[in-house]
Each structure stands twice: as C-alpha cells, then as structure tokens.
T-cell receptor, first 110, second 111 residues
C-alpha cells in the first residue's frame, strides 16, 4: 500500500506551543499535501509541497519534505484552541489518486 | 466553505434496506471520489470517476455502486445495507488543480 503513516497518532499541547506531526510514505511521489479534518466534518486542504521542494510556509504552517527519507513534517506554530483537529498527509504518485495517511489527532488545550 | 454537498449528514437504517448517499458539486470538477473513513480515521478510496459515464472501483473492496450521469452528481448506492457498512462516507472532487475539495460527509449507521 502507498498509504502514509502519521506520527504521532495523537498529540496534546498547550495553547501557544508549537505542534509537529510527521508523515512517512512508501513510494516515490509527485507531491504531498496536508489536510485538516474537524470532528465529524470533511477534510480541508492546507498546503501542497512538490517533490522538488524542501520547505514551504503558509501563515503559521511550515511543511518540510525529505524525499530521500520519504517523509514530511507539518509544524503549526503558536497553536490555538481552534487548531484542534485531525491532520492527514496525502501523497500523489502520479495515478490521479491521493493516498491518505492514518492521521494525527491534535488537541490544543486553552 | 466547499461547494460540494453531501446528503444526508446522518443516516440510521435497518439491515437489508437500499440506500443512496448523495453528492453534488457546483465547481464543474471532472474528477469525483468516494472515501470510506474508519472510526480510527484512516481513509479508503472505494470509487472514483474522471468524468461523465466513467466510474472505477478504488483500492478498498466495497459492495456499493456509483453512477456519473451528470458532471455535478456522483451518488453512491448500497443495495442491501449491513451492519458492516456502518462508517463515515466522504465525497470529494478535483478539477484542474491538484487538491481535493471534500464534502462534510455522511455518517451511516446500519442496525
């Protein structure tokens, strides 16, 4: 399976702290994306990083990609209670389908 | 918020019933997808379509069927619901861009 795995499965931090979650995948990819899912809702696209990029920023989000290790990380800086959600990575290996990881459940405590 | 709509949001139904989960998008996207999401959060692709009259099965075997008669509409049907079908079903679409737009999901419970 190409599906990625997020690590950790669950993360609980205080408001204002940084949250880091990791994604590992198995095959070569064209790009990797991160999505967010609030409880009981659909997924929302956060950021995309292409295979020839190493780092990307969007607001309080920072994504890194290491294709040699087949891994990516998502950093959320200065976390807020509203960041509480599940976060998924999705990889595109060129088959017009995305393979989603297992997700990290983030809880930000006010 | 996303211009992709799923109905119903919640459905509790008895074993053996036929059900159709609706998914519609107003963005003119060619590609549409159905995912099944386990209680442990993992998403599994069960069906996808790249355009009208095009449907394919995904990686996860499913007893459901889909149709794509119109670009904007991609319903999923279970002919005979079973408790093992209890899950969250997420519909998504994508156009020229790479990212997916997801609906809010249908949480199905078969009793």
């Amino acid at each position: 399976s190409q599906q990625g795995e997020e690590d950790p499965q669950a993360l609980s931090i205080q408001e204002g702290e940084n949250a880091t979650m990791n994604c590992s995948y198995k095959t070569s990819i064209n790009n990797l994306q991160w999505y967010r899912q609030n409880s009981g809702r659909g997924l929302v696209h956060l950021i995309l990083i292409r295979s020839n990029e190493r780092e990307k920023h969007s607001g309080r989000l920072r994504v890194t990609l290491d294709t040699s290790k087949k891994s990516s990380s998502l950093l959320i800086t200065a976390s807020r209670a509203a960041d509480t959600a599940s976060y998924f990575c999705a990889t595109d290996a060129g088959g017009n389908q995305f393979y989603f990881g297992t997700g990290t459940s983030l809880t930000v405590i006010p | 918020e996303a211009d992709i709509y799923q109905t119903p949001r919640y459905l509790v139904i008895g074993t053996g019933k036929k059900i159709t989960l609706e998914c519609s998008q107003t963005m003119g996207h060619d590609k549409m997808y159905w995912y099944q999401q386990d209680p442990g959060m993992e998403l599994h692709l069960i069906h996808y379509s790249y355009g009208v009259n095009s449907t394919e099965k995904g990686d996860l075997s499913s007893e459901s069927t889909v149709s794509r008669i119109r670009t904007e509409h991609f319903p999923l049907t279970l002919e005979s619901a079973r408790p093992s079908h209890t899950s969250q079903y997420l519909c998504a679409s994508s156009g020229q861009g790479i990212s997916y737009t997801f609906g809010s999901g249908t949480r199905l419970t078969v009793v």
